[in-house]
């Protein structure tokens, strides 16, 4: 490699790690409320309902944020859309920190709520579109890597602020994401528009300009005529109606395929409820249980560092079979980590940072990539939209009925709940139950990806384009 093809990858590591924040931002965003909801319950004297509308109205934006604005980032172009969410989950940070009402804490949930679904699809869309064709993968890995940093960081911040004799902790707590938002607002303001968009707005001489400083200059030429006649093919089209049509067809089952795999073998089951699953499984203590979750932030950083390293090695489809078998594994022990009596406890920790490994290097990081790989350029925007659209629905549905999916259990199983008690105290075989429900999806996702994942590793996002156009099978890109 010469000198001047090393310095364009730090140049584009750089670039990616800045947008990144956009995942660090994702991570906190949805992480953080967790730790926070004790306070605020007893602050603003809540029902649990009304908590549940404060955890939900989040999600919402997410949905919300991420119908709405595919089609602008197509037209207005990557880097202002991610400019405006980096703006609202700034002002979003304060305004939720500082609400005075529950009515407004609410509201400004749903508007930072906004910006994670935005950011959610713009960040690893606009890294994907940045990046060269080799390592691709991994800058675009770096959104998750960021998510999930961001997870831990708001476990951290949870843990950190957390007062008993302070009823109003849960609003530093808050403010915190005020730190990341800027970054990624002033960090983002001296970034270059992706040279994709800027060739599919006609302007190539702005996307030389970017590639002379991103690419290896041996393949500027080729990638600007690859960019030119996937431009060309797609001129006359609009998006709505173009994403729609049947040569496309796969890429939009593919994008809502993996994001209901990602979500529906219950990551975030584990994700935002952990404590709760360790007091269920018999560990004694709020203190113990949330010390438990910091450990299972800690493993889902370090597994997600290791796929960073491997997902343009290994490839897409050997990496999702690796870890989608695991996965299933691990669900079936965590399962039992429930019935067993007595030394369950150990064993379902044990299984579920097994469970969280194999997520961090495959589903996670995978997801993302995917739903910004498989669309043609002048439909890319929009594309990765409904994967992330999906993947926020598809979360909302799986956090929503997970203890409703154990009660139904318990009912079956005619279990009396006593009054001051819940479920998981009376029933962890329940919730047991429901893990070899996700366990069971796992095992359909394999059959799934059988079909469906591509292997989009050294592909360039052209070539990829070139094999939906010719009727290509997914399961025979990249041969
Ligand atoms: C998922 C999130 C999840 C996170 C965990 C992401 O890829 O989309 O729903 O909380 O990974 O690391």
Not at 74 to 84: E, S, T
Not at 332 to 345: E, Q, R, T, Y
Not at 441 to 451: E, H, N, P, S, T
Request: aromatic share 12%; with cysteine.
């Amino acid at each position: 490699m010469n000198a001047k093809s090393k310095s364009n990858k730090s140049v584009v590591v750089v670039i990616a790690s800045i947008a990144a924040t956009g995942g660090l931002l994702f991570g906190f965003d949805t992480g953080v409320i967790s730790g926070a909801i004790p306070f605020l319950q007893d602050y603003f004297v809540l029902t649990d309902s009304q908590v549940e509308n404060v955890t939900a109205l989040g999600l919402i934006g997410a949905v919300v944020g991420a119908l709405f604005t595919g089609a602008i980032t197509d037209y207005l172009g990557r880097k202002k859309v991610i400019l405006a969410s980096a703006f609202i989950f700034a002002t979003g940070a304060v305004w939720t920190g500082l609400a005075p009402t529950v009515t407004q804490l609410m509201i400004s949930r749903f508007y930072l709520g906004l910006a994670i679904g935005v950011s959610s699809f713009a960040v690893p869309l606009y890294i994907s579109e940045i990046a060269p064709t080799k390592i691709r993968g991994r800058l675009v890995s770096m959104f998750q890597l960021l998510i999930t940093v961001g997870i831990l960081a708001a476990y951290l911040s949870d843990k950190g602020f957390a007062d008993n004799n302070n009823l109003e902790c849960w609003r530093p707590m808050l403010y915190v994401g005020v730190i990341p938002a800027l970054i990624l607002f002033i960090g983002m303001f001296f970034l270059p528009e992706t040279p994709r968009w800027l060739m599919s707005k006609g302007r190539e001489d702005e996307a030389r300009t970017v590639l002379g400083k991103i690419e290896n200059p041996d393949f500027i030429d080729s990638s600007i005529a690859g960019m030119k006649s996937d431009i060309a093919i797609d001129a006359s089209q609009a998006s709505w109606k173009e994403i729609f049509k049947p040569w496309l067809r796969n890429a939009l089952i593919i994008a809502m395929g993996i994001m209901f795999f990602q979500q529906f073998v219950g990551i975030n089951t584990v994700i935002y409820y952990s404590p709760k699953i360790f007091l269920a499984a018999g560990f004694e203590g709020a203190e113990a249980a949330i010390a438990a979750s910091v450990i299972v932030g800690v493993v889902n950083v370090l597994f997600t560092i290791i796929s960073l390293f491997i997902i343009d090695k290994l490839g897409r489809r050997k990496l999702y079979f690796l870890g989608v078998t695991g996965i299933f594994f691990a669900l079936i022990s965590m399962g039992l980590g429930f019935m067993l009596p007595g030394a369950g406890k150990w064993f379902l920790v044990i299984s579920m940072l097994v469970y969280i490994a194999f997520f961090a290097i495959s589903l996670g990081p995978l997801g993302w990539l995917i739903i910004t790989e498989v669309f043609p350029t002048r439909v890319r925007g929009l594309g990765a939209s409904i994967g992330s659209l999906s993947n926020w629905g598809f979360n909302t549905l799986v956090v929503w009925t997970f203890f409703k999916m154990a009660s139904a259990i318990g009912n079956a199983k005619e279990v009396v709940v006593p009054e001051g008690q819940d479920l998981s105290e009376v029933c962890p075989t329940c919730i047991g139950s429901v893990f070899w429900v996700f366990a069971a999806v796992a095992l359909i996702g394999l059959v799934w990806g059988y079909y469906f994942i591509p292997e989009t590793k050294g592909v360039s996002l052209e070539k990829i384009e070139e094999h939906w156009k010719n009727g290509g099978k997914p399961r025979e890109l990249g041969k």
